[in-house]
């Protein structure tokens, strides 16, 4: 069974500085990889994604996430954090063939962005 | 583009209740999902479509639980009778590409159900 573990349930850094959010996964082959964010009260909004090829991936709002196979991980990342970032980060795996299109997420990440 | 849109936004009911809740996916979207969302945790599938075929049903409590997609379109949820535990926020999803895609899913607002 496929399955991605966020190991923060918060995570808090000031505005201006790097933040990094953690996500590691478990799955049968190369997983698709992605990252979703909810603002209170929405639905999720796509993020960025891992399918295949270069391991460093850019997506929305100048956030980027890394892919390393040999840890199983896919931490999100922004160079210079923003108040408007703060908000509920999901990651989520797919194994790419079987199981159709079953997105697993993770429990979430609250990202707090202080002046 | 319109986004994914569902109705209604909050439903407050009783217990033993019926509810209903619509989803219309991105046009042109032929895979739409059900996820149910508890408070701190997140989404799990409740069921996928096809176009009209529930492919995975494998998560949704059949005993309550009711969903069609009758056209490959919009989609109804249905909870008959409605218990205290499935207070939760309903989402509706929908993505182009069938099973094997690696297309990311677009989710809707989601609907806030309380079960009084």
């Known amino acids: 069974a496929q399955s991605v573990a966020q190991p923060e349930d918060q995570v808090n850094v000031a505005e201006g500085n790097p933040l990094t959010v953690k996500c590691t996964y478990s799955v049968s082959g190369n997983p698709y990889l992605f990252w979703y964010v909810q603002y209170p009260n929405r639905g999720l909004q796509f993020l960025l994604k891992?399918?295949?090829?270069?391991?460093l991936v850019k997506g929305s709002y100048g956030f980027e996430a890394e892919f390393n196979k040999s840890q199983t991980s896919f931490h999100l990342k922004k160079p210079s954090a923003l108040v408007s970032d703060s908000a509920l980060y999901f990651c989520a795996v797919r194994a790419p063939t079987g199981g159709g299109n079953k997105l697993t997420f993770g429990t979430g990440t609250q990202l707090k962005v202080e002046l | 583009e319109a986004g994914v849109v569902q109705s209604p936004r909050y439903k407050i009911i009783e217990k033993k209740q019926p509810v209903a809740f619509w989803c219309n996916p991105i046009?042109?979207?032929?895979?739409l999902y059900w996820y149910l969302q508890n408070l701190g945790q997140g989404p799990e599938l409740l069921i996928r479509y096809e176009n009209e075929e529930a492919v995975d049903d494998s998560q949704l409590p059949k005993d309550r639980f009711s969903a069609e997609r009758l056209k490959g379109v919009d989609s109804t949820l249905k909870i008959q009778p409605a218990e205290l535990g499935d207070s939760a926020v309903y989402l509706c999803?929908?993505?182009?590409?069938?099973?094997?895609?690696?297309?990311?899913?677009?989710f809707g607002p989601g609907t806030r159900l309380t079960v009084l």
């Open positions: 999803a929908s993505s182009s590409g069938l099973a094997g895609s690696s297309n990311e899913q677009f």
């Open positions: 046009s042109g979207h032929n895979t």
């Open positions: 891992y399918i295949t090829g270069d391991n």
